[in-house]
């Protein structure tokens, strides 16, 4: 174990004052509960939780399986893709909100999570806008409902492609988590330094959701404890966990992730969505774009980066009042005043 898993380990934890009063003065104040420790406070919870079902998605002619996390009944489908490191349970916490007035899908993108692939370090922007279109034609065949995509840091650019490509007949809505071209690309230079200075090692699930959180990586204890477990597996040889996707192995995709992105979300002829941790700075094509009224921009305040699991809350209700807004039914844009068939022919 490397010795900041062990300064982590060193980290103070609350301590409860549990020695009683004995003046009178004081006979009134309540009992203090005692606080949670650091290993009941940072444990692990399970998906379901969250969400109704889980499942794998095999796609045919290959070897690659895809996971998902499914909640929700009725409504459109807001079809969810996580960042890099991330996984689908990364929209867990939101999930549950969103369900009441739409169906959500996260799926764990190829080297992420529970999917396992042929060659999980091909993150190409190419291969990962096929792997979801791939599983969108298991899960729903010819006829998909309406789906907007919802796409956070590298998801967001892979939801971008694969709303460019106009292939999804039913594509209703775009939303992207707060990645913005310029930025992202100024920073892919800094890239492998920030994944390098990331502790590797953890004597426990809890050491790294504790981490996760103590650290600023996420700010939500409640997402940290469900959405973090998947993000780690356990190496034998190392005794203890360490990260699921070796991203530092990835860096020859990084520049095709990002690279032309503005154009291709304003090319997407879908309402728009962007949302941004922060006052970020627009490229000159967002800014024009904005300015024309091509998308809808929210400045999230008080988030860091994931902006789904800081506040799931407030994320949950952004992606409905974009359904709202724009009247996103089960079947795509409703028209008020347009009545439905009462048949149709097979």
């Not at 996984?87 to 764990?108: F, Q």
């Not at 291969?127 to 006829?143: Q, R």
């Not at 699921?244 to 690279?259: N, P, S």
């Amino acid at each position: 174990m490397d010795s900041s898993d062990s300064h982590l380990a060193s980290l103070p934890e609350d301590i409860t004052n549990e020695h009683s009063q004995s003046s009178s003065t004081f006979a009134s104040v309540p009992h203090r509960p005692p606080t949670k420790s650091s290993s009941e406070k940072y444990a692990p919870v399970d998906w379901s939780l969250y969400f109704d079902k889980e499942d794998d998605v095999a796609i045919p002619d290959s070897n690659d399986v895809f996971h998902v996390y499914m909640a929700g009944t009725e409504g459109p489908v807001v079809f969810c893709l996580h960042g890099g490191g991330y996984s689908g349970l990364s929209y867990a916490v939101s999930a549950s909100k969103i369900k009441e007035k739409a169906r959500v899908v996260a799926m764990d993108l190829r080297g992420h999570g529970k999917s396992l692939t042929e060659n999980d370090i091909d993150l190409a922007v190419e291969t990962m806008c096929n792997d979801v279109l791939a599983v969108i034609k298991e899960l729903y065949g010819d006829s998909p409902p309406a789906i907007i995509l919802v796409g956070h840091s590298m998801g967001g650019s892979i939801a971008v492609h694969v709303a460019a490509r106009r292939s999804l007949s039913t594509l209703a809505g775009l939303v992207v988590v707060d990645v913005v071209e310029g930025t992202a690309m100024a920073s892919l230079m800094h890239m492998q330094k920030i994944l390098s200075s990331r502790m590797q090692h953890f004597s426990s699930i809890e050491k790294a959701i504790e981490w996760s959180v103590r650290g600023g990586h996420l700010r939500n204890t409640d997402s940290a404890r469900v959405s973090i477990p998947a993000t780690l597996k356990y190496d034998d040889s190392k005794k203890c966990y360490v990260y699921r996707t070796e991203l530092e192995k990835t860096e020859q995709y990084w520049k095709g992730w990002y690279e032309g992105l503005s154009d291709k979300f304003l090319s997407c002829p879908v309402p728009k969505l962007l949302l941004l941790a922060g006052t970020d700075r627009l490229d000159r094509a967002l800014t024009i774009g904005q300015m024309q009224g091509k998308f809808q921009m929210v400045v999230v305040r008080h988030t860091g980066h994931a902006i789904q699991e800081d506040v799931p809350d407030e994320f949950a209700t952004l992606i409905i009042n974009f359904i709202s807004r724009n009247r996103i039914g089960p079947h795509g844009i409703e028209i008020p005043g347009l009545r439905k068939p009462a048949f149709s022919k097979p």
